[in-house]
């Protein structure tokens, strides 16, 4: 479907109530727990209810070093498979994520630091980053954790690229709402396989309160993404335009759903 027919304005019109944007990622995980929910490359695949008993476990550690609603929470993760959990994990805990990227310079990276004031950094590469070691996270409960999480409570705090611009914070709610309006316009399903290159995090949330399998490109091996799509069977690939002509230029079967504002 091409943006600008008759249901992308009713998408862009409609109103939903407003929920977070975690809690119908755990109500899918409950109906399918054995369903696949990631498929990284060269690994093996993850269930909805192994990805959301790792994500429960790494909310608990967080919230022992001070996340819940109202805070920030670094994610300087450059693997998909380490920061989906992760994403995950921070929204559970109720705080808002904070993306940093561990090539940035290290004076831009302090600034952010300095101005968000994240309770934690999650990953490698940037100040005060660190990861939950596995005995701290195998002694953590599986289940949901409990949050006094509303939609109005903000997802992620993000800021602009060079200088010092100020950050922006989106909260549940509009993250919520962006997600069902692709929703309604390029539905997604049960055994869709739904591959995200280079859009913001909280776009890697719509496949999974689907019921649909995230793939996981490798970082490392941009080159093979063609392949990856024809080997995970890639039913829907969603990337900014000027990347989807590069990567496959014949995309086949393949559903392309174009990066809009």
């Known amino acids: 479907m091409e943006p600008g027919t008759g249901a992308d304005r009713t ?26 929910a990631l498929l990284p490359a060269g690994a093996a695949p993850v269930s909805y209810g192994e990805l959301n008993a790792v994500a429960n476990r790494m909310a608990r550690c967080l919230a022992d070093r001070g996340a819940r609603p109202g805070t920030v929470v670094g994610l300087s993760l450059t693997r998909p498979a380490d920061l989906v959990p ?15 990227d561990p090539d940035d310079a290290p004076g831009r990276l302090a600034w952010l630091l300095a101005d968000a004031a994240p309770v934690c950094v999650l990953g490698e590469g940037a100040p005060t980053a660190e990861r939950p070691t596995a005995a701290e996270l195998a002694g953590r409960a599986v289940t949901d954790p409990p949050r006094a999480l509303t939609p109005q409570h903000p997802l992620c705090r993000a800021y602009g690229p060079g200088g010092r611009p ?11 709402r962006r997600v069902r309006e692709l929703q309604a316009s390029y539905g997604l399903a049960p055994g869709d396989r739904v591959l995200q290159l280079g859009l913001p995090l909280w776009e ?43 990567l496959l230029p014949e995309p086949g079967p393949v559903h392309l759903v174009p990066e809009r504002g």
């Open 11 to 36: 998408a862009s019109t409609r109103r939903w109530p407003a929920t977070t944007a975690i809690g119908p990622i755990e109500a899918q995980a409950a109906r399918t727990p054995d369903a696949p």
């Open 86 to 100: 992760a994403l995950l994990a921070v929204a559970k805990s109720g705080a808002a994520y904070l993306a940093l």
């Open 166 to 176: 100020a950050g922006v914070w989106t909260t549940h709610a509009e993250v919520d």
């Open 204 to 246: 890697f949330l719509w496949p999974l309160r689907t019921g649909a399998a995230l793939v996981l490109a490798d970082p490392d091996r941009p080159g093979e993404v063609g392949d990856l799509v024809r080997d995970a069977g890639v039913t829907a690939l969603r990337a900014a335009p000027s990347v989807l002509g590069e």
